[in-house]
């Protein structure tokens, strides 16, 4: 069955560390994969996406992600965190084999960044 | 453009009550969806329309119907309230050859 999970609900990370968000996707989704956050009482905004391209996405705010085909894994970084990433992240991959637009989210990771 | 909006932004039902929740986009994307949003279970898909007049189900379609007349518009019916579907509702968007989807604000239901 197609499926994302992420590992860990919530991660704290101090202003100023790395953050690592964890995302591994089963083999049967195909490539496309995105990093969506959401901010408090707010809709969800992508941060980048994975299409087959570079496997070293850059997206908004400082975050980037690595597609690691070997390892199905597509983790979320930034070097430094700061106070306003604070935020629930989604990952997520196209479903049905790319025949349609859905996505299968994973059940997303609250980071709280402390100060 | 406004993008995708979404109306109303809080909603409290009555258990059995029926109501439209309303979803539209002014990108002309052929491609467009619901989620509901549970707390640790993520965003599920409840229905997703692929262009005017064509509807498909979701993985959670059980309690919801909805219609797709135009290009602009995708609302979600809710025939008859449940506690269950106390939800964070979603609307997206998208071009049907781009899987990058655009979400709207979002609709808070409570039911009662």
């Known amino acids: 069955a197609q499926s994302v999970t992420q590992l860990g609900s919530h991660v704290s990370v101090s202003e100023g560390a790395l953050v690592l968000l964890r995302c591994n996707y089963s083999?049967?989704?195909?490539?496309?994969l995105f990093w969506y956050v959401q901010y408090p009482n707010q809709g969800l905004q992508l941060l980048l996406k994975?299409?087959?391209?570079?496997?070293l996405v850059k997206g908004i705010n400082g975050f980037e992600a690595e597609f690691k085909k070997s390892e199905t894994s597509f983790h979320l970084t930034k070097p430094s965190a700061h106070m306003s990433d604070a935020a629930e992240y989604f990952c997520a991959a196209v479903g049905d084999g790319g025949a349609t637009n859905k996505l299968i989210f994973g059940t997303g990771t609250l980071l709280a960044v402390q100060p | 453009n406004a993008g995708v909006t979404q109306t109303p932004k809080f909603q409290v039902l009555k258990t059995g009550q029926s109501m439209t929740l309303q979803c539209a986009q002014d990108?002309?994307?052929?491609?467009m969806s619901w989620y509901r949003q549970d707390p640790g279970m993520g965003l599920r898909l409840i229905h997703y329309s692929v262009g005017a007049g064509i509807t498909d189900q979701g993985e959670v379609p059980n309690g919801y119907n909805v219609s797709r007349s135009t290009t602009e518009d995708f609302p979600l019916r809710l025939l008859s309230a449940a506690p269950s579907q106390t939800s964070v509702y979603f609307c997206?968007?998208?071009?049907?050859?781009?899987?990058?989807?655009?979400f709207g604000p979002g609709t808070r239901l409570t039911v009662t």
């Open positions: 990108m002309n994307h052929e491609y």
């Open positions: 997206a968007s998208s071009y049907s050859e781009d899987y990058e989807q655009y």
């Open positions: 994975y299409t087959s391209a570079a496997t």
């Open positions: 083999s049967s989704v195909p490539p496309y």
